[in-house]
């Protein structure tokens, strides 16, 4: 993610800014990639501190109209919760955009949310037909801590979330293509299988032996929904890593140029060799203060040919589809 220009004196802004440091009300527009000081700001900046633009005034901006279905605010720190979710979303949705998806010049569907609070039960989170459905509660840290463990999950954000469950969209808009089908079942395998038998052998067996040798995650190994899913969502956490890098001032020996732009490099096995020497590093800065690591994953060669995979459709595919 960059790091924005302030349009009404000095100093910088960061992505979810809804103020300069004077004070000065400032909103994004995810068009122009830049922070502007004037309205219309979207009508949801006052219930959920939604930070972009909007077309008119009283109107909802390009993320926050994607919600067709709102949480039930009685439920308690549903409010908070839908904030920190709907954040997360606008995040997301600004890294596929530097590749064209979801922008005015994409000429396909966009995602539906449904976004939804959780009472006693547990809300499943998942796509169906375009419409993703997002619990709010693990926004909460400590119900997302718990069922990381339980779950035996080393890495699960909000944004995460929102990276897996929008690249399930991913595919079901690629997958109008017949030769991105017959490409996704080489590499992947044929996702024709019963999704629903997959997931209870899963989750009753666990992963298969050596996984790690052909998965990222012991999730991707349910399906290959599910394995396409963590490649994508894996993808964007690696491009997004280095963006941040750059964006941020920060240098390495591994940087093909001090100007580079991940979102722009078209050479997929240059992108992840960078980002993976890169996390490495920060992984550990962040051991030397007893936190976990970022990116607590090995790449094998097979995930690595996965990611390469992704890599060419996802920067490509918004155009036409």
Same mark, same amino acid.
């Given at each position: 993610?960059?790091?924005?220009?302030?349009?009404?004196?000095?100093?910088?802004?960061?992505?979810?800014?809804?103020?300069?440091?004077?004070?000065? @009300?400032?909103?994004?527009?995810?068009?122009?990639?830049?922070? &502007?000081?004037?309205? @219309?700001?979207?009508?949801?900046?006052?219930?959920?501190?939604?930070?972009?633009?909007?077309?008119?005034?009283?109107?909802?901006?390009?993320?926050?109209?994607?919600?067709?279905?709102?949480?039930?605010?009685?439920? @308690?720190?549903?409010?908070?919760?839908?904030?920190?979710?709907?954040?997360?979303?606008?995040?997301?949705?600004?890294?596929?955009?530097?590749?064209?998806?979801?922008?005015?010049?994409? @000429?396909?569907?966009?995602?539906?949310?449904?976004?939804?609070?959780?009472?006693?039960?547990?809300?499943?989170?998942?796509?169906?037909?375009?419409?993703?459905?997002?619990?709010?509660?693990?926004?909460?840290?400590?119900?997302?801590?718990?069922?990381?463990?339980?779950?035996?999950?080393?890495?699960?954000?909000?944004?995460?979330?929102?990276?897996?469950?929008?690249?399930?969209?991913?595919?079901?808009? &690629?997958?109008?293509?017949?030769?991105?089908?017959?490409?996704?079942?080489?590499?992947?395998?044929?996702?024709?299988?019963?999704?629903?038998?997959? &997931?209870?052998?899963?989750?009753?067996?666990?992963?298969?032996?050596?996984?790690?040798?052909?998965?990222?995650?012991?999730?991707?190994?349910?399906?290959?929904?599910?394995?396409?899913?963590?490649?994508?969502?894996?993808?964007?956490?690696?491009?997004?890593?280095?963006?941040?890098?750059?964006?941020?001032?920060?240098?390495?020996?591994?940087?093909?140029?001090?100007?580079?732009?991940?979102?722009?490099?078209?050479?997929?096995?240059?992108?992840?060799?960078?980002?993976?020497?890169?996390?490495?590093?920060?992984?550990?800065?962040?051991?030397?203060?007893?936190?976990?690591?970022?990116?607590?994953?090995?790449?094998?060669?097979?995930?690595?040919?996965?990611?390469?995979?992704?890599?060419?459709?996802?920067?490509?595919?918004?155009?036409? &589809?």
């Amino acid at each position: 993610m960059h790091v924005f220009a302030n349009p009404v004196g000095a100093g910088s802004l960061w992505f979810d800014n809804l103020a300069t440091a004077d004070g000065t @009300p400032v909103a994004y527009d995810p068009q122009a990639r830049a922070f &502007l000081p004037m309205p @219309p700001f979207c009508v949801n900046r006052e219930v959920i501190g939604c930070n972009w633009i909007a077309p008119e005034q009283g109107a909802f901006c390009r993320s926050c109209a994607m919600t067709a279905l709102a949480p039930d605010t009685s439920i @308690p720190n549903a409010m908070p919760n839908w904030a920190q979710t709907e954040a997360a979303k606008r995040w997301v949705l600004d890294n596929l955009g530097r590749w064209h998806w979801f922008r005015p010049e994409d @000429p396909g569907t966009r995602p539906v949310f449904h976004m939804l609070a959780e009472g006693p039960t547990p809300v499943p989170m998942g796509h169906a037909g375009g419409v993703v459905t997002i619990s709010v509660a693990e926004a909460d840290p400590v119900l997302s801590t718990t069922r990381r463990e339980a779950l035996e999950e080393p890495y699960r954000t909000m944004i995460g979330h929102m990276r897996h469950e929008i690249a399930h969209m991913l595919w079901w808009r &690629l997958s109008l293509r017949e030769d991105f089908l017959t490409a996704f079942r080489t590499m992947f395998g044929d996702e024709r299988v019963d999704y629903p038998t997959a &997931l209870e052998r899963h989750y009753h067996d666990g992963p298969p032996p050596g996984w790690r040798a052909s998965f990222l995650t012991s999730y991707a190994s349910a399906h290959p929904h599910e394995d396409w899913a963590e490649t994508a969502a894996h993808l964007l956490h690696l491009t997004d890593i280095s963006d941040s890098f750059v964006a941020a001032g920060l240098s390495s020996p591994e940087l093909p140029s001090s100007g580079w732009e991940p979102y722009m490099e078209p050479d997929a096995e240059r992108l992840i060799h960078v980002a993976a020497s890169l996390v490495a590093g920060v992984n550990h800065v962040n051991r030397s203060m007893g936190l976990s690591d970022l990116y607590p994953f090995v790449l094998s060669e097979t995930a690595l040919r996965k990611l390469v995979f992704v890599h060419g459709w996802l920067r490509r595919g918004a155009q036409g &589809l």
